[in-house]
C-alpha cells in the first residue's frame, strides 16, 4: 500500500508538482518519507491513498486538505463553553451535596456544610480561568535532533509472581527529541517515542506550537 504513496506526483507539503528528485524543487519536503510517517487511518478522499502526517495535499492525485487550527474562532468558543459548562455542573453538585450532607448530617451546620462547598467551587472556576482558551499560539524553528536509548519497566502478566502479580520486567525503547527556539527567544524539547512527527522537520524548519492542545506542526 506504500509502495503507491512513494512514487509521489505532488509534494504532499506544499502541493508542487513532482518532476524528479528526492526533495520538493519549491520547499525541500523529502517526496519519498519513511513508512514510519503514515498512518493507515488517514487516507485521500479522492483516491484513498495513505497520508503522510501533517499532509496539505495528497501525494498522489494532489487534492488540498483544510487544516483547522487549534486556535481557530469557533473550536475556541466551544472550548471555553464546554469549560464553563463543566464548571457550573460541579459548583452545582457540590451545593447540592452540601445542602443533603447538611440536612442528613444534624452534626454537620449548613453553613459548615456551604463554607466546603464554596471552598471547592472557588477551586473549580480557579482552574477554570487557568484552562481557559485564549486562541493564542508561538512559532518558531527546529535547531537540534537527538535520540537517548532509555528502558522501562512494567508487569508481565504471563509471568505470574508468588503474590499473583505480574513479574516486572524492563523494556527497551528510543526516545526521541526535537529542540525548538521560538522567536520569544525561549526554547522548548518535543519527546515521543515514535518517530514520525519528528522525521519530517529538519534543522531550520519553521514549526507552531498551540498552547492550548499542546500540539505542533510544521508551517
Known amino acids: 500500500m ?18 524528479e528528485g528526492m526533495y520538493c524543487k519549491r520547499c525541500g519536503t523529502t517526496t519519498a518519507p519513511p513508512n514510519d510517517v503514515y498512518f493507515t487511518e488517514e487516507d485521500c478522499g479522492d483516491c484513498d491513498t495513505p497520508l503522510p502526517r501533517w499532509a496539505n495535499f495528497c501525494p498522489k492525485c494532489g487534492r488540498k486538505f483544510g487544516f483547522t487550527a487549534p486556535t481557530d474562532p469557533k473550536k475556541v468558543a466551544k472550548r471555553n463553553k464546554g469549560l464553563v459548562a463543566g464548571a457550573v455542573f460541579f459548583s ?14 444534624e452534626a ?52 505470574p509472581t508468588y503474590s499473583g502479580r505480574g513479574k ?12 525548538v ?16 512527527n519528528h522525521i519530517q522537520l529538519n534543522i531550520g524548519d519553521r514549526v507552531r506550537y498551540y498552547l492550548s492542545t499542546r500540539t505542533y506542526r510544521k508551517l
Not at 92 to 105: N, P, Q, R, W
Not at 181 to 196: I, K, P, Q, S
Request: net charge negative.
Open 2 to 19: 506504500h509502495q503507491e504513496v512513494m512514487m509521489a506526483k505532488f509534494c504532499y507539503h506544499c502541493g508542487e508538482t513532482v518532476h
Open 92 to 105: 452545582t453538585v457540590a451545593t447540592v451535596i452540601a445542602l443533603v450532607l447538611s440536612l442528613a448530617e
Open 108 to 159: 454537620i451546620p449548613v453553613q459548615y456544610a456551604l463554607l466546603g462547598a464554596a471552598v471547592f467551587i472557588m477551586i473549580i472556576w480557579v482552574i477554570t480561568i487557568i484552562r481557559w482558551e485564549r486562541g493564542k499560539y508561538k512559532d518558531g524553528t527546529v535547531i537540534r535532533h537527538y535520540s537517548e536509548d532509555r528502558i522501562r519497566t512494567t508487569r508481565d502478566i504471563n509471568v
Open 168 to 179: 516486572r520486567v524492563e523494556i527497551p525503547y528510543t526516545l526521541y527529541s526535537t529542540e
Open 181 to 196: 527556539r521560538f522567536d520569544d527567544g525561549t526554547t522548548e524539547t518535543f519527546n515521543l517515542e515514535c518517530t514520525a
